[in-house]
C-alpha cells in the first residue's frame, strides 16, 4: 500500500518557498504521493474554511514538479465543472509530460454554491456536468495525438452514492475524503453492490483521511480514521490495506487555517507515520 500526503495549497503561512518545503518533506519522507486541492474564486463559503492565498492546483504541481523527482503529484480533487474539459485535458497532459508521467487526477463534483455562481456554472448540474466533461477528458486522451495523456490515472472523488456509482461506471478508483472506518466498510460494501448492479469490476479504494497526532488515544465513537496515538493510525492503515486500500492520503490541515502558519507540527506528524510505515503488513514502496 502506498501513501500520499495532501499539501495544503491555501492559508495565510502558504507561499511559495512553503510550498517548495513542504515537497522537499514529502519527498524526503519517503512517500509516494503529494496532492493538492482546488478551487478558483475563494467565495466568503470558500474562504470560511480555505481563505486566500489559494494556490490554483495545476500551476502549484507544475512549481513543484520542477523542484521533485520522485513524488507523484495529484489532485484531490479537481472540481470538474468549473474548468472545460478540453482545458483540463490539455492542461493535465501537459503536466503530466512535465512531471515525467508523475500525476494523478482525482475530481470531483464541488459542493461552494456561491462559488459557482461567481463562475457561471449551474450548480444544481454539478454532477451531470461532471459526468459529461470526464467523458470529454478521457476522449480527448484516447484519441488525440496532440493531448498524449494516456495512461493518467484518474481518481473520482465523493462520498455520496453518485459518486461511487460514478467511479463504478468510469472503472476509476474511488477516492472518499476524511471518513471513519466504519463508514468506509458499509460504504466499500455499497461499492461492491453497485457493481454488481452496473456488472462492471469493483473500483480500486484509495481513500483520503485526516492526519491528526495526539498523545493520548482517542475514544470518541465518531473517531476518523487518522485521528488519535501512532499506534492507533497504524491500525487504521493497517485496517484500510486489509479493505483493499491502494493508496492512502494522510490530509494533516485539521481545519484551522492558523495551522498553515506553523507546517512544522504537519511535517513532524508525517515524520513519526514515516518512521513506522513498515508495520503496515503487505508491500510499500518506499
Given amino acids: 500500500m502506498e501513501l500520499g500526503v495532501n499539501v495544503p495549497n491555501f492559508g495565510p503561512g502558504t507561499d511559495p518557498d512553503v510550498l517548495l518545503r513542504w515537497a522537499q518533506t514529502v519527498e524526503g519522507l519517503g512517500f509516494d504521493l503529494l496532492m493538492v486541492s482546488d478551487h478558483v474564486a475563494v467565495t466568503a463559503d470558500v474562504a470560511a474554511q480555505y481563505p486566500a492565498p489559494f494556490y490554483e492546483p495545476f500551476t502549484t504541481l507544475s512549481y513543484l514538479a520542477g523542484v521533485t523527482r520522485r513524488v507523484r503529484l495529484g489532485t484531490t480533487v479537481l472540481i470538474a465543472p468549473y474548468r472545460h474539459p478540453l482545458l483540463v485535458a490539455r492542461m493535465a497532459a501537459n503536466l503530466n509530460q512535465f512531471s515525467g508521467g508523475r500525476l ?13 455562481e461567481v463562475l457561471g456554472v449551474p450548480f444544481e448540474k454539478r454532477g451531470k456536468l461532471t459526468d459529461e466533461y470526464l467523458q470529454v477528458i ?3 486522451w484516447e484519441n488525440e495525438d496532440d493531448y498524449r495523456g494516456g495512461g493518467i490515472p484518474l481518481w473520482v472523488g465523493g462520498n455520496s452514492a453518485a459518486g461511487i456509482r460514478r467511479a463504478v461506471r468510469l472503472g476509476a478508483p474511488w477516492h472518499p475524503l476524511r471518513i471513519g472506518l466504519e463508514w468506509l466498510r458499509d460504504a466499500v460494501e455499497r461499492m461492491r453492490e453497485i457493481a454488481a448492479e452496473e456488472q462492471r469490476p469493483v473500483p480500486a479504494l484509495v481513500p483520503r483521511i485526516l ?10 465513537p465518531d473517531r ?18 486489509g479493505l483493499g486500500a491502494e493508496t492512502v492520503v494522510l490530509d494533516p490541515f485539521g481545519g484551522d487555517p492558523r495551522e498553515t502558519l ?12 514515516a518512521a513506522q510505515r513498515h508495520r503496515i503488513s503487505g508491500r510499500t514502496s518506499s
Fill in 211 to 220: 492526519l491528526r497526532l495526539t498523545d493520548e488515544p482517542v475514544t470518541r
Fill in 262 to 273: 506553523h507546517p512544522e507540527v504537519a511535517w513532524q506528524a508525517l515524520a513519526t507515520v
Fill in 224 to 241: 476518523l480514521a487518522g485521528e488519535g496515538t501512532i499506534e492507533q493510525i497504524i491500525d487504521d492503515l493497517e485496517q484500510l490495506r
Fill in 104 to 116: 494523478i487526477l482525482g475530481v470531483g463534483v464541488g459542493w461552494a454554491r456561491e462559488e459557482f
Fill in 138 to 140: 478521457r476522449k480527448a
